[in-house]
């Protein structure tokens, strides 16, 4: 039944984003920030005419929220997403595999299967799917923050965590400059691969280049851990040259002074385009009073997605290990 529910609703919002296209010629993705405005407060917006308005109100009273689960919800907002994305996007806003996102949701509940409530950071967050995909697959009480500077892509995540139903704060910012934010227990994020262009702001940071620009997303692992409290954790989706790269000695070494690697997924390579878009999980927790490496960290080589026994094989072994792992390695 979920399959045919997230269907019916990523068809309604796509034939309304499509008519809304054709009344005004802007990108698909502008059009559906107005149809998802549209959806959460039930009323067409009052800038419309009244032939649009018209047709819109006749549209809102076929589509029934109610009737749609949370994650049917996201799941219709990410494909109608995709749609909009489709050969206009730049590489770095790509949106985070469906499985992908899921199996982040999976190690950050294991991380924090122990806390009563926690809060969580998203600080290159999209259109939020990750992050709500991560909030859907937790089962205590979250506070929940979010970053992007792309005000589109800001604009569809706050309607989509309106829509699913999610209380998250976002900052409308570039996200290596300073946050009014205290520091979270879990931060997750789908870390983009570039250079960042403020030479002046990246010298405030320790992964700083030598010379030249720095990779913006060595700078976003040092903001991450600025933000995370002592002893909390990062789940980052990292590329898989990350290590391997020209100012990875430095990573490594920031890494060990400031964290434990808990464990490295290696994703499949059929999850992706090729070989070098290719991307692994990287778990860290932050060094704290009384934390300590794990003995042998989580190191997994996941098969393909779609091989259902041997993730189970997978998952099982995690589970064992993650078992071990929260009733020995935690303080």
């Known amino acids: 039944m979920e399959q045919s529910n997230v269907e019916s609703l990523f068809t309604w919002v796509d034939e309304t984003t499509d008519m809304l296209q054709q009344h005004v010629n802007e990108p698909y993705l502008d059009r559906l920030a107005i149809t998802l405005e549209c959806l959460f407060h039930g009323e067409p917006t009052e800038d419309m005419d009244d032939i649009m308005r018209h047709k819109l109100q006749t549209r809102i009273k076929e589509a ?9 919800v996201r799941k219709a907002i990410q494909l109608a997403i995709l749609k909009g ?54 089962k205590q009480p979250v506070e929940a923050y979010a970053s992007d500077v792309d005000p589109t892509l800001i604009q569809l995540s706050v309607l989509n965590a309106n829509l699913q139903k999610k209380e998250i704060e976002f900052f409308h910012q ?41 990779y913006s997303h060595h700078l976003l692992i ?41 464990g490295v997924l290696h994703l499949p390579e059929s999850a992706f385009k090729s070989d070098k878009h290719r991307k692994s999980i990287l778990v860290l927790q932050k060094q704290g009073n009384g934390t300590k490496a794990p003995k ?3 190191l997994v080589e996941m098969p393909s997605f779609k091989n259902t ?20 390695d935690l303080p």
């Open 64 to 72: 029934n929220l109610s009737q749609y689960q949370t994650e049917e």
């Open 85 to 138: 994305m489709k050969g206009t996007t730049q590489q770095q806003h790509l949106m985070t595999p469906e499985t992908v996102a899921l199996l982040v949701g999976y190690l950050a509940g294991k991380v924090t299967e122990k806390k009563e409530t926690i809060s969580i950071f998203d600080p290159v967050s999209g259109t939020a799917n990750l992050l709500t995909a991560v909030l859907n697959q937790l």
């Open 174 to 214: 570039d996200s290596l400059r300073p946050f009014l934010l205290d520091p979270v227990d879990l931060i997750v994020a789908d870390l983009p691969i570039g250079y960042y262009p403020d030479d002046i702001r990246a010298a405030e940071f320790k992964l700083k280049a030598d010379e030249g620009h720095s």
């Open 222 to 262: 040092e903001q991450s851990l600025r933000y995370t409290k002592d002893g909390g954790y990062l789940i980052f989706v990292i590329p898989d040259f990350l290590f391997d790269s020209d100012q990875s000695d430095k990573l490594y070494a920031y890494l060990e002074e400031t964290a434990h690697i808990v």
């Open 296 to 298: 042998q960290p989580l």
């Open 309 to 328: 026994k041997a993730m189970e094989d997978i998952l099982g072994q995690m589970n064992t290990w993650f078992s071990t792992y929260n009733n020995t």
